[in-house]
């Protein structure tokens, strides 16, 4: 367990919170980006010991690697987390180091939720790149706006490139919050490096009873029009306003109007 | 369209193999090994190819996947796999391949793919509710048929999976 991350009053500063906008861009996309924000050198080490596992220690990558406990406990990652999961999330005790090693095979699409299509949001995953990751390295890849879409993983295995799937090719040190039923998966590794990606889990410990996150009730309702209702994927044309219903219950959970399930 | 593929990089038509058919029996040197070439490729028959007679061929299907945004073929297509008929030949999730090579199930039509599968009416027709949304597109699976002459023809076709990975 972090040694900072669930400190009880422990709160993430106002400005390192999601704003309104970026709350809607992430239930509309199902993911988060947030840039490098630690020092080089950190990210440098943590990919040496990284690349010097003889295999992945799984929820041990912590023990293994302790300078992991400075990324999930930065501010500019909690803050984020604090603001999808609320102001008690607490790190799941499962995580990895998902390390590709150079290899012609890509790992199929697929999702890590059983809760296909559900709406309470009541963990996301964070994964941190700790070396900078381009296309020919087997990045993961997700599929922005997939995340409420009731498709069992064996379908999954039967599509490629998908239109407007992200490969997430990014600098060392970003962090990418994603939702825990996007479809994603990875390409496959022409380079000549180990690629990591380290995997953790935040849960949802209560449900929320009013925002946690830089809410401004002037302009939101706006935003949630706009934003709720934005084509991501290229879909079928039945589909968007059923999306957008899915996407407005999100809303009104994290802002306290539904209560969440946890 | 059948292409005849001599060498996995030199492929051929059947209108080809009928010209060649052509010219032997002007020239009286059609055989009986040309007829069961012909055969084979026109017919599907692979026992030309085990004969040992070297002439033959065995046809093999190439898939190629295609998701489309409605059942309507000249729809925007979302997603496309092809896997050829060889070992190691399964399309896969890769980045850096990323462009579709097709606009809609219409264009690989023109580009000599047939449709083996189309979605299903009555199931697409069932399946949804007021509320979920289920997997992305509609699928349509086309063909291509090959008949390869080359070494490993001869040799099992062996499927190869990705193994499972982490993302």
Redesign the interface.
């Known amino acids: 367990m972090s040694r900072a991350a669930h400190q009880p009053g422990n709160e993430p500063p106002r400005d390192c919170l999601l704003d309104d906008e970026q709350v809607l861009n992430f239930i509309a996309r199902g993911y988060h980006v947030i840039d490098n924000p630690f020092d080089d050198s950190l990210n440098a080490e943590i990919d040496r010991q990284c690349s010097a596992l003889e295999s992945?220690p799984g929820n041990g990558i912590l023990d293994a690697v302790p300078l992991l406990h400075d990324v999930v406990a930065h501010p500019k990652v909690r803050g984020p987390l604090v603001s999808i999961c609320g102001k008690d999330m607490a790190m799941n005790h499962h995580r990895?180091c998902?390390?590709?090693k150079p290899?012609r095979?890509?790992?199929?699409?697929?999702t890590d939720s059983a809760e296909r299509?559900a709406t309470d949001l009541r963990w996301v995953l964070a994964m941190y790149y700790p070396h900078t990751v381009t296309?020919?390295m087997g990045?993961?890849?997700i599929?922005p706006g997939?995340q409420?879409?009731?498709?069992?993983n064996p379908?999954?295995e039967?599509?490629?490139?998908?239109?407007g799937?992200f490969?997430i090719?990014v600098p060392a040190g970003t962090v990418v919050i994603v939702h825990p039923n996007i479809w994603?998966?990875?390409?496959?590794n022409?380079s000549g490096r180990k690629r990591h990606?380290l995997k953790f889990l935040f849960d949802r410990t209560s449900p929320n009873t009013e925002p946690t996150w830089n809410h401004d009730p002037a302009t939101a309702d706006a935003l949630a029009e706009r934003l709720l209702s934005q084509r991501v994927?290229?879909?079928?044309?039945?589909?968007v306003q059923?999306?957008a219903?899915?996407r407005r219950k999100v809303w009104d959970m994290l802002l306290g109007r539904q209560i969440a399930q946890v | 369209m059948i292409r005849i593929m001599t060498t996995p990089t030199q492929p051929a038509t059947l209108t080809a193999l009928f010209d060649e058919a052509e010219a032997k029996l002007a020239t009286g040197t059609f055989s009986a090994d040309d007829l069961r070439r012909l055969r084979t490729a026109a017919c599907g028959d692979a026992s030309g190819a085990t004969s040992g007679d070297g002439g033959g061929g065995q046809v093999r299907q190439r898939l190629l996947y295609l998701q489309a945004t409605s059942p309507f073929i000249g729809s925007e297509l979302i997603s496309a796999i092809e896997h050829a008929p060889e070992p190691g030949g399964c399309g896969q999730l890769d980045p850096t391949k990323a462009d579709l090579p097709y606009q809609c199930v219409h264009d690989a039509l023109a580009d000599g793919w047939h449709v083996i599968h189309f979605p299903q009416q009555r199931l697409l027709a069932l399946e949804p509710t007021t509320e979920n949304v289920g997997v992305l597109g509609y699928e349509f699976i086309l063909a291509k048929y090959e008949v390869h002459r080359d070494e490993s023809c001869r040799t099992p076709a062996r499927q190869r999976t990705a193994p499972r990975l982490s993302a």
């Not at chain 1, 095979?105 to 697929?110: E, I, L, P, Q």
């Open positions: 992945d990895h998902h390390t590709r290899q095979f890509a790992h199929n699409w697929h299509g296309p020919d990045p993961t890849v599929l997939s409420f879409r009731s498709a069992p379908t999954l039967s599509f490629a490139n998908i239109r799937q490969a090719c994603h998966g990875a390409g496959p022409y990606m994927t290229p879909m079928d044309r039945g589909d059923k999306e219903a899915k």
